[in-house]
């Protein structure tokens, strides 16, 4: 079975500091990842997402994600954050012959100071 | 380009009611899904459609029927609203093809509430 895990529901930074929101995933065939955002009251967009090509994965708004295999995580990071990226992410997992069925981790809340 | 489009977008039920939620994607997608997102669990499955005339059970699909419809269309039905059904919706939809690593679009969220 798939599972995910996102540690820290909830993370703080100041603007112009590193973002680091982390994500543990188990699955026993080769997975698909993905990092979704969810500004408040509205859907999820996707960020990034890894499907078996390179393990660094650049995504939408200076995003950026890499698959690491031998630690089963698929952290996200930001080199410097914005007012603007407070919101909620989730790490996703699907696997091969799952018909796309995603697997969410719970969220974290990211928060930026002034 | 509307995409995924969800209706109502809020709604407050009373205990034992019933009610449909709408959705209905305009990318010719051949999977639709149905999830439900509570504090602190993330999103989880109810149903899902691999394709027109098929459906198939999620994670949490007790309380909940669904419907596709046509291509287009995929509904959600609660026959009998209970309070522990309060929740968020999001429905969602994948283009065609046998890759996992398609992405997966979601509708703007329908807002549940049932007292």
């Known amino acids: 079975a798939q599972s995910v895990t996102q540690l820290g529901s909830h993370v703080s930074v100041s603007e112009g500091a590193l973002v680091l929101l982390r994500c543990n995933y188990s699955s026993s065939v080769p997975p ?18 890894y499907t078996s090509a390179a393990t660094l994965v ?5 995003f950026e994600a890499e698959f690491k295999k031998s630690e089963t995580s698929f952290h996200l990071t930001k080199p410097s954050a914005h007012m603007s990226d407070a919101a909620e ?12 069925k995603l697997i969410f981790g719970q969220g974290t809340e990211l928060s930026v100071k002034p | 380009n509307a995409g995924v489009t969800q209706t109502p977008k809020f709604q407050v039920l009373k205990t034992g009611q019933s009610m449909t939620l709408q959705c209905a994607q305009d990318m010719n997608h051949n999977s639709m899904y149905w999830y439900r997102q509570d504090p602190g669990m993330g999103l989880r499955l109810i149903y899902y459609s691999a394709s027109e005339g098929t459906t198939d ?3 949490v699909p007790n309380g909940y029927n669904v ?11 609660l026959e009998s609203a209970a309070p522990s059904q309060t929740s968020v919706y999001f429905c969602a939809s994948r283009p065609p093809g046998t890759v996992s690593g398609n992405t997966i679009y979601f509708g703007e969220g329908s807002w549940l509430t049932v007292v």
């Open chain 1, 32 to 49: 698909y990842l993905f990092w979704y955002v969810q500004y408040p009251n509205q859907g999820l967009q996707l960020l990034l997402k």
């Open chain 1, 58 to 62: 650049k995504g939408i708004n200076g």
């Open chain 1, 89 to 100: 992410y989730f790490c996703a997992v699907s696997g091969q012959n799952q018909g796309g």
């Open chain 2, 57 to 59: 059970k999620g994670e």
């Open chain 2, 67 to 77: 419907s596709r419809l046509n291509k287009r269309e995929f509904s959600l039905r």
